[in-house]
Nanobody, 126 residues
Framework: QVQLVESGGGLVQAGGSLRLSCAGS????????IGWFRQAPGKQREGVSC????????YSADSVKGRFTISREYAKNTVDLQMNRVKSEDTAVYYC???????????????????WGQGTQVTVSS
């Protein structure tokens, strides 16, 4: 049974940093594209960053480029999201997700992903 658990969320001041981790079981992360998504109250879930298994490339939404970095942490067996220079608009529940087939480079569409974690709350105070 596949399980994904996000951790590292919390309250952070605007301009500060936070590091989220996604730990999984029941599958081998090295074989799958993995993405981070977020959902703010009253808004649709949106893609933040993803990492591809085919070429180890990463891709991020324009809203977080230059501030957020996704990485595969092989020693910890996690996929992390380093969030720097956070803004109030980054406040959301953050989810990690896994593309079961991973037949191409990763994308930021919700429909591409099959397995989801329960999410971790990130709140940015101004």
């Amino acid at each position: 049974q596949v399980q994904l658990v996000e951790s590292g969320g919390g309250l952070v001041q605007a301009g500060g940093s936070l590091r989220l981790s996604c730990a999984g079981s029941g599958f081998t992360p090295d074989f799958h594209n993995i993405g981070w998504f977020r959902q703010a109250p009253g808004k649709q879930r949106e893609g933040v960053s993803c990492t591809s298994v085919s070429d180890n490339s990463t891709y991020s939404a324009d809203s977080v480029k230059g501030r957020f970095t996704i990485s595969r942490e092989y020693a910890k067996n996690t996929v992390d999201l380093q969030m720097n220079r956070v803004k109030s608009e980054d406040t959301a529940v953050y989810y990690c997700a896994v593309d079961r087939e991973s037949s191409s480079v990763c994308g930021l569409e919700v429909d591409e992903y099959d397995w989801w974690g329960q999410g971790t709350q990130v709140t940015v105070s101004s």
